[in-house]
């Protein structure tokens, strides 16, 4: 009986010990690299710089609204009717860290409006449809990126962050892309 | 082995070749002397078998490890326990073959334990190989598909019976279930034998197989309370009582069987898992000697579906290989089921009071983590009650007969709610486990199994070669010699003599505008004789001596002007286990520019396969309007890739290439045609992009995955299947399994994807 009881009190700290880690040691939502430029504009908006107040000024109310511990995002409405414009803020600043712009087959925006303003880039990502032919094309440096079939010149995204380094970017913006094209039978 | 002992089974085997009809020689049964060449030798080829009886007998294989072990060996595979099997299976043959001429009543004695000697390590053997057999699943009356991979979709059926076969095991612990019969296991059950007729019967039989039988029988009994029991369904249902069973004796069928297993309220009473591993056994062991679709029949007869593997197992050595996938889940399936669920249940009966003290834990937590008091302390309070001897003892404690009744509900009440969830604790984590193992191995395009065009048999071979293969220009129609086409077939009895069989011949000339009838083939034997389609009279193929058939064909003249022409032998005969096989060989040839759209055919394919290909790309020209759009951009590059497990297809290699696989273009008309659909969509996809954005923001179209492809879905690959699904579901062609989800139609579940397909992409009906 006593064994018992001594095990059912190492229980009990065992249990309040994985409590207190769980509730200390919880995963925390990759938070970007700080930069000191800002990146490219949108309508105005700049991520890195813009407030959430601004990001809605200009692209409307939300359509939803999702919060993590440390980070908001807002979807809105865009010229597609099933892919919203999204932005992501920063908890603490308020600010707009992240910005999505879709393009659909109603938007005038190309490929070539880009790539005339940035050049080409050397950072060609694959994702989940490179097999499709579509490719995120990255200017790290300027904070702008863009997810395009330049096979058949079709814009489909345009993204804003900070400038930051493509081992950042990866982990923080592009979780589902790489370097490489997975080799995954479709 | 010694060469005169070879020479002695060789004598054997030319005895069964020529007396087809004989079931035994020396005492030995056919099927049994089968299997132990092949044990002996290493290897499940009976060709190689003999080849290596033959070299041992001419004293130019020496050694004691067969050719096949050392080929083994030398691909670095542990041929260890294949090499112990063959030496064991050695030594009793080696007794056996020394007392065949052995005289006098003792002698003959002798002799009989010496065969029986043999045929028991053949059933040891039988017995360790049939259990982990588990294949992709039975083609449906129209055909099967999936679209992961089959080993993976089969084991996650698998998963979920027997995911739902452990509850059910562990509830028995607590009260044996009493399962309604099912309506649909009515006729199986009533006309079935019971166990108490079986019993009876038994003892009519020699006193060896009486014992086995009443084991058996008694097993049955026990089975039906005991999931410990029910795990060692093998040590008792082996392929001597599989035999006595569909023997002259109990004249069973499967079906008769199952509803035995069943009890007399069916299946259910003796539990899944005792049902799926006599299932393994007697569908594995029984089904070479009946057609897939009577073991079917039988199934659905008893209205079982926990057997799903078994009769997985029967197709697998039937037709399919056996994916890697597959096999692995279902032995770790089977290895959780059969080790460590007993296990647990020993231990909660060893540990009750530990048990009932972890189930208070997620109380307490919850009661921490939300801040609710009331849980904390009554979790904490359940926990010290469990570990102090549980509530029985503890409410008894305090004595008196109050005490003693709220015990006894006490620990009925507890019981009842502990039940449900050790079973959540032992199956929920074993359940997503496996079922993400399984999808992160099974995200693959699968093609459906239907209505083998040259699909193989496990009985008949026919392979077929096109010399020249081409391809053919359209001038070399008019040179002189024209084009002339050397066909040879090979025709293998892949396990056993070939005997009453026919032949039947078809061709077909696929132009675009015209059809065209094929140029007479005059078909001739080894021996340069003529032979007639339908028929052959006295024809017997051994496994040794494949059957070769060559015909020479020419072609010349514009008729056959761009085309391509595809013909195929389709073989029909009996074999030593079933009747009625049928295989067939096919061989495209092409020339000029026929109706293959911008498909180019790289020098990567077997002829059979292509000859597949071109079938399943000519239907698809068909759809004129997208064929044109898609080749606007030029030439598709078609490889073909092997086997490669699961895979059908794919279009990684470039953006012009597409890889197809065995599994995409060797099930069927449909599935190949499915597979290259698909695979062209990706290809469209990327040579339309404005039309895969256009799709992406169509309202009810981009924002809703087709169900069609279970694993790793999303708009990218829903737009390839969505075009897919236009072709290959379209009216008239046979159903697969893979459009299962679709209910009806692709057009009934999904008419924004159709109407998109039908207006944007192909612009045309198609038959819909």
Known sequence: MKKKIVVGIIIFILLFGAIFLLGTGRKKTPTPVPTTTSGVSWQGLVAGKSTKDQVNGVLGNPLSETSSENQTTNTYSSLSETRPNSAVFDNNSNTALFLRQIVSAKDTKTIKDITDVYGETNTKLYGPDWINGIYLFVYLDKGIAYLANPDSNTLLEVWYFPPTTLDNFLKTWAIDYSTQPKNQPF | ?768
């Not at chain 2, 109990?250 to 035995?260: C, E, H, P, T, Y």
């Not at chain 2, 904490?380 to 029985?392: D, I, Q």
């Not at chain 2, 699968?446 to 071979?461: A, D, L, M």
């Not at chain 2, 009810?700 to 169900?707: D, S, T």
């Open chain 2, 1 to 768: 082995m010694s060469q005169e002992e070879a020479r002695k089974l060789l004598d054997a085997w030319a005895f069964f070749d020529k007396h087809p009809e004989a079931k035994s020689w020396e005492g030995m049964p056919r099927p049994e002397f089968y299997r132990l060449v092949q044990i002996i030798a290493g290897t499940d080829n009976l060709v190689d078998a003999k080849e290596y009886f033959e070299g041992v007998a001419a004293g130019t294989i020496t050694g004691d490890m067969p050719t096949a072990l050392l080929e083994a060996q030398k691909e670095g595979q542990d041929v260890s326990k294949r090499l112990s099997t063959s030496k064991g299976a050695s030594k009793v043959t080696k007794n056996w073959l020394a007392k065949l001429s052995a005289k006098g009543a003792e002698g003959v004695a002798e002799k009989q334990v010496a065969a029986a000697q043999v045929q028991a390590v053949v059933e040891r053997v039988e017995e360790e190989t049939l259990t982990p057999k588990i294949a992709p699943p039975v083609p449906s009356e129209g055909g099967i598909g999936i679209k992961i991979s089959s080993g993976a979709f089969d084991s996650f059926q698998q998963l979920a019976g027997k995911a739902a076969a452990t509850p059910l095991a562990v509830i028995s612990l607590f009260s044996p279930p009493k399962s309604a019969m099912a309506p649909q296991t009515s006729a199986a059950v009533s006309s079935a034998l019971s166990l108490p007729q079986v019993a009876q019967k038994a003892e009519k039989l020699p006193e060896a197989d009486k014992k086995r039988v009443l084991a058996f029988v008694d097993y049955l009994q026990q089975a039906q309370f005991s999931y410990v029991q029910q795990t060692q369904a093998g040590r008792f249902f082996n392929v001597r009582l599989i035999t006595i069973l569909s023997g002259p004796e109990f004249n069973m069928d499967q079906g008769s069987v199952v509803a035995l297993l069943g009890g007399e309220h069916g299946i259910p009473e003796r539990g899944p898992s005792l049902f799926a591993r006599i299932g393994q056994q007697l569908f594995g062991s029984l089904a070479q000697k009946a057609a897939t679709k009577a073991i079917t029949s039988a199934l659905t007869k008893a209205g079982i579906s926990v057997a799903g593997e078994a009769v997985a197992g029967t197709v697998g050595q039937a037709a399919i290989p056996i994916p890697g996938v597959g096999f692995i889940v279902g032995q770790v399936v089977n290895w959780i089921s059969s080790k460590i669920v007993d296990k647990l249940i020993e231990f909660v009966r060893e540990h009750r009071d530990w048990v009932y003290a972890a189930l208070f834990v997620p109380v307490v937590v919850v009661g921490i983590v939300f801040g609710i008091p009331l849980l904390t302390i009554g979790g904490a309070v359940g926990m010290g009650v469990s570990l102090l001897g549980g509530p029985s003892a503890f409410i008894s404690s305090a004595g008196g007969f109050l005490g003693a009744t709220i015990s006894a509900l006490g620990s009925m009440v507890l019981a009842s709610i502990a039940a449900p969830i050790i079973i959540a604790l032992i199956s929920i984590p074993v359940l997503v486990a496996i079922i993400l193992f399984i999808i992160n191995s099974g995200a693959y395009i699968v093609p459906p199994q239907t209505g083998f065009i040259s699909g193989e048999n496990p009985y008949i071979g026919v392979e077929k070669v096109a010399s020249p293969t081409g391809p053919f220009r359209n001038d070399d129609l008019f040179t002189t010699p024209p084009i002339v086409v050397e066909y040879t077939i090979t025709i293998t009895a892949k396990k056993g003599t070939l005997t009453n069989i026919s032949f039947a011949y078809d061709c077909e000339v696929i132009k675009k505008s015209s059809t065209e009838d094929c140029p007479a083939a005059n078909l001739v034997d080894p021996q340069g004789k003529a032979i007639t389609v339908g028929p052959q009279a006295n024809l017997r193929i051994s496994p040794t001596e494949p059957y070769k058939i060559t015909y020479q064909t020419q072609y010349s003249g514009a008729r056959f002007q761009d085309s391509a022409i595809i013909d195929t032998l389709t073989v029909t005969a009996d074999a030593a286990e079933q009747n009625g096989a049928q295989a067939s060989g096919g061989a495209a040839i092409i020339i000029g520019n026929p109706p293959t759209g911008c498909f180019r055919f790289d020098d990567s394919w077997p002829a059979n396969l292509k000859a597949n290909e071109v079938r399943a790309i000519t239907e698809l020209t068909r759809a004129s309007v997208y064929m044109t759009r898609l080749c606007a951009a030029g030439e598709i590059v078609l490889k073909y890739g092997g086997n490669n497990g699961g895979v059908g297809g794919d279009v990684i290699a470039g953006p012009n290439i597409i890889t197809i696989y065995s599994a995409g273009v060797q099930y069927g008309a449909t599935s190949t045609l499915y597979t290259i659909t698909h695979e062209s969509g990706h290809i469209f996809a990327r040579r339309y992009g404005g039309i895969f954005r256009q799709y992406a923001d169509t309202p009810g179209v981009g924002n809703i995955l087709i169900c069609t492809y279970p694993f790793n879905n999303s708009v990218g690959e829903s737009f390839p299947e969505m075009i897919g699904l236009f072709v290959a579901n379209s009216p008239g062609h046979a159903p697969i399994n893979l459009f299962g989800c679709l209910g009806g139609s692709f057009k009934a579940k999904y008419p924004g994807h159709w109407q998109f397909a039908r207006n944007v992409i192909f612009q045309q009906d198609l038959g819909w």
